[in-house]
Every structure is written in C-alpha cells, then in structure tokens.
C-alpha cells in the first residue's frame, strides 16, 4: 500500500491551443511528470480550423482530449472561456492537487490567481513573451523555450558562465534567497535557496541560463562558493 509520500500528484493539463506551440508539447509533458501525474489533459480550439493541423499528431500521440469550441465571432477568444469554464468545474470537483495552464495569454491571469486561492498549484507554461501578471499568478510558471535545451549542451561552460555577468537580476534573486537561507556562518542549503527562488520568483529556472541544475549555475558564478557534503550541497557567497 503506498504511504502518503509517495502518493502522486494529480494534475490537469488544460492546453490553450490556439496560442501554444505543438512542437513543444512532448517536452512539456515531460516536465509536467516530474511534478505529477496528468490524469486530465485536454487541448481547446477549433479544429475544423487548419491553422491547428500541426496539432492533430501531438493530441493522438499524446492521448490528450480536443475540445472543440467554434470561433463564434471574429476579435472574440472563446476558447478562452472554454478553457476557463473547464478549469473552475475540475477545481470544485476537488479531485486534483494542481492545474498546468499551456498559454502566454495573460487573459488566464484571474484564473491562475483563483485556482490558488483554493489550495491547489497552478503551473503555467509559456513564451518568453507571456506577459508578467500571468507568470506571477503561477505557483511555478515554465518558459517552454527552456524545454528544449540541447542547444545549450554543446556549450563551453565558459560560454554559459558569461551569461551571468553583470546579470543585475540575477545577483539581486541569488543574493535575497541565499540571505534567507543562511545560518550564522553564511552558508546556505542548496535546498532551501531554490525553494525561495520559487517563491521569490514563479519563473526563476537555472536553464534560463544554460545550466541544468541550480549548483552548476552557482557553481558557475563568481559571486559564489559551492560545497558538496555528504548530507547534501550548500553556497556561500565568496568573500
């Protein structure tokens, strides 16, 4: 019988297809599974409409659920209203831990905002471009760019390494999660640092800057110290 730590987290994954990307879709379910399982995954749009071909292969593919919401009146988005419709019955139907919302429409901000004033976490994956009202209405929100990150792999480390200079950003999220996490020796759990990372900021993701773990990333800057200890890793920042 399994305990209550190793219970599943059960997630619905409600896709606006109309302003997400089809060939990310894989990597993001990915992504998703390292957070729980996707017991619910549906796609809306129209899909008598050939602008949403290139998603017909992903939806078989990946046994997610087309809901088909004709496009009633030109300027007006009802997809939108499906989608949240859909997301307001599953979140008082009290059968999943979180939602994943696959959009970088801001039109979804109220939602995520509502779905987490209930208890349960919004994921949002979305574009560079999706504006920051959405990203900061999520738990965790995921720049689907940072999903596919082999062309980052081939670099030298010196080359990622150079991203993180004169970051201001950057320095300012590390220093205040670090600061925060640190006992009277200065030194901080990698742990607790990346746990105020995510609250600092929905969006932080060390692969936003070519690193695939949060200790390459610190490993990688010079502002800095990394020690690896057998009962985990920890940071300091360099005199």
Known sequence: MATTEEREERLAVLIDADNARADFIEPLLVEVAKHGRASVRRAYGDWTSTQLNSWKTQLLQHSIQPIQQFSYTTGKNATDSS?????????HAGNLDGI????????????????????????????????????????????????????DSSQPSESKSSRLKGDVGLDKL????????????????????????????SDFDSRTWGFSKLKDLFAAHPGYTVESRANGVRVKPKD
């Open 83 to 91: 989608l949240i419709i859909d997301a307001m019955d599953l979140l």
């Open 100 to 151: 994943c919302i696959v959009s970088s429409d801001s039109d979804f901000t109220r939602l995520a905002a509502r779905i987490r004033e209930e208890g349960l976490t919004v994921y949002g994956f979305g574009e560079r471009k999706t504006p920051k009202p959405f990203v900061a209405a999520c738990d965790t929100f995921i720049y689907v760019e940072n999903l596919t990150t082999t062309r």
């Open 174 to 201: 590390l220093a205040e999660a670090v600061d925060a996490a640190a006992g009277n020796d200065a030194w901080a759990e990698l742990g607790a640092v990346g746990s105020n990372l995510s609250r600092i900021a």
